[in-house]
């Protein structure tokens, strides 16, 4: 294998004291490193700060932050003021930006597409059509690309928007909350129709490929545990999430292969580990260190736990002085143990310096 597939498969196979795959969550400070000359659109960050090559091919077509929606909703400006700008944007939603804020600022979202079933039915159950033949305009040369990876041992993930984000895209975080007590049904039609979506995905990829992981970007955790009970989890969402894994499995063309289940939640996730451990959840990202997540600790309870992330954003802004601390602290003890992918548990924020960055990645890169 490549050097680089070979450290990610290392990753997957808990290979103890193997060299650690490296790579970066996000960013929300490369405009001020621009600013300050540090990079450019031409720089090589691959290069620059030793992250290792690709090795994980992304399937992708069924969503993240947003239901994968076909058509997109129109893009427009609403309102503007000498503060604002209020814009509907491609999921359908009325989002608030500040004026000179829209990177790395959390929006305020006004107004959302679904309200009911007549709301479901007029603003998204035909853009969400797992037969419409614009899904699979491309799909012939997506797939040899997949192919090809395959044959080049890539791990070949299935990456999907989880039910909660989903849901929250199309309600509200807000509104979301009252509609599990007073609309149940609303909910169930809504994860029908996601089901229908992601299955059908799937299922076309799977004619060509072997999947090895399927991701669900959930967010489905705050600052101190799960934004719905566990009661509430496994009635709206995990029905749906294990049909949809069962089906995965059955189509599989390599049917030796194993087959990883990753959540990834910003919060507290820990407060969800078992629960999503109970339908096959094997991986897990990024544990968010400011909401009480310690992967060290992590690692210590579950020692047969796929583990990236746990790296603390406000350590990274601290001085180099903290980041050794902090780096002498987790790395040793997780690369024994092996399964880990370190990263910044969010995207690296404004307030890191360059120079604090690059002393950051000198360090992992001992690793």
Known sequence: ???????MHDFYNFKKDAPIYQ??????????????????????????????????HYLGQCGWCEAPLLPLFDKKVLQVTDEYEIEQDNAGRKVLYFKGKRNGFMPSYLDHPVKDMKTLEENILWRMNPDDPKRYKDLESRMRKAFDLQERNFIICANIAGGYMYLRSLIGPEDLLYKFYDDPQLIHKCMEIWFSVMDKMCETHQKYITVDEVWFGEDICYNHGSLISPDMIKEFLFPYYQQLIANIRKRQLDKGRKLHFQLDTDGYSIAVIDLYRSIGMD????????????VVEVRKKYPDL??????DKRILAAGKDAIDKEIE??????????????TCDHGVPEEVEFTDYLHYRKRMLEY
């Open 23 to 56: 790579r970066e969550f996000g960013w929300y400070v490369m405009d001020k490193w621009k600013a300050q000359g540090f990079v450019n659109d031409k720089t090589d960050l691959d290069a620059l700060f030793g992250f290792d090559n690709a090795a994980k």
């Open 306 to 311: 796929l583990i990236s992330g746990g790296i």
């Open 329 to 342: 602290r987790i790395m040793p003890f997780m690369k024994k143990q092996g399964g880990y992918l370190p």
């Open 283 to 294: 991986y897990m990202s990024p544990f968010e260190v400011a909401s009480g997540c310690d």
């Open 1 to 7: 294998m490549e050097p680089s597939v070979q450290k």
